[in-house]
């Protein structure tokens, strides 16, 4: 969420900044362009009221042209400015420089025409930096109420769109500057608002691996995601109240029904005493009786497992698997098995010792059952980057692509192999025992025939 989160925030203050940039820029360059063009309204107000005054017949007329022409030549070299006094037939009275004249169309023609209708010509075009314009200026010499002759300043840019160019340089740093504050803004403020998210979502994950005390502190971000926190805090509890009840149920009603059957089976012995020995009602409820007895018993072993707390240990998973591996060899000596162990001399893993045993042992003892005699079971521990794993390997009939998918569920057991001893809830209980500890337990074919179990155990601890 944070990766789509902070971008769009990015995104929305750069398009902000920028909004107000534009604006701030294009006003910039036309106070600059503004300035300029009083400044040389007031030049041509000067020399406006010189050139009036050559205008009069007086006899020191020409003494006074002299003077504006060397005024205008004066101006032009230290300013690099065109300035001149055109009559209206575009004669020049002055000007500087000399090879100038005025053009025959363009800005100083409209400039010119406009002055000779008595009005100061309008605010020429905005120049910006990158044109290489140039800004033109025209007033009206006005005597006894005519316009007898118009001065017009060609003005350059030059220093005027290098002033805008730093100013918009300027503008452009404060406004990275001011992203890159907005950026760190957005990190914190994001960071505040996702901060319960992300506690939720590993409260979640908890509590999905099996974790149930996993909760939520509820002390930060924004109100709405602290209510959110305290409602998932309330509903883990009523979650976890709940399981607790099923558990405890599960363990009473075993525990309660354990004595009942233990006097059922005595009764049924003292009245096979009175039957022939082979009668084949008493075997068959004997069996049921034993098979009956061993299903409460894994269904005690079942709720003590889902409600013990996991023992993690770093530990090396080679000698206690080969330990279990050894201790389940008589039988697969009497059965006519050959149970071996193979893969690295050493692999450690995160786990509960005393879970990873009872898981190992439904595991091979259900591999142990439905391999026929002369056929392989085979054990090995590998150690990988991330995890360690523990494959039991059998050459018994396998189960079909659809069994796979439910093998592992409580009480269930393939139609094929109900003549088998067992209540189906051994891979189960183990399923229980290693989520526990982080672990995991896969079911797959084992080519050409046979069942692959793979115990995975990681080699980081998981959790806090």
Known sequence: ??????????????????????????????????????????????????????????????????????????????????????????????????????PAEGEGRTAFDEALLGRRSHDPPQVWPWQDGRVVVASPVVRDGDVVAVVVIDSPTGEMRSRILRTWLLIGLGEALALLVAVAAAVRLTGWVLLPVRTLDAATRDIAGGRMRSRVAASAGPPELRHLARSFNEMADNVEDVLEQQRAFVADASHQLRNPLAALLLRIELLALELPEDSEEIAAVRTEGKRLARVLDDLLD??????????????????????????????????????????APAATAWADPVALSSALDAVIDNALKFTPAGEDVTVSVAAGTRTTTVVVADRGPGLTEAELERVGDRFWRSTRHQNVSGSGLGLSISRVLLAAGGGSIAYEHHAPHGLRVTVSLPRERQGG
Not at 81 to 90: E, K, L, P, T
Request: charged fraction near 25%; proline fraction near 4%; glycine fraction near 4%.
């Open 302 to 343: 079942l709720a003590l497992a889902e409600h013990a707390e996991a023992d993690l240990q770093l530990i090396d998973i080679v000698p206690l698997t080969a330990e279990r591996v050894a201790s389940w060899r008589p039988m697969a000596d009497r059965e006519g098995v050959r149970l071996t162990l193979e893969g």
């Open 1 to 102: 969420m944070r990766s789509r989160l902070l971008p769009l925030l990015i995104v929305l203050m750069a398009a902000v900044l920028v909004t107000l940039g534009f604006p701030l820029a294009i006003s910039v360059a036309a106070a600059e362009q503004q300035r300029l063009v009083i400044d040389r309204i007031d030049d041509t107000a000067r020399f406006a009221a010189l050139a009036q005054a050559i205008t009069d017949t007086s006899p020191d007329s020409e003494e006074r042209r002299r003077t504006l022409q060397t005024d205008l030549e004066v101006y032009a070299s230290v300013y690099d400015i065109r300035a001149g006094v055109f009559f209206q037939d575009d004669r020049a009275l002055a000007k500087a420089p000399g090879f100038w004249a005025l």
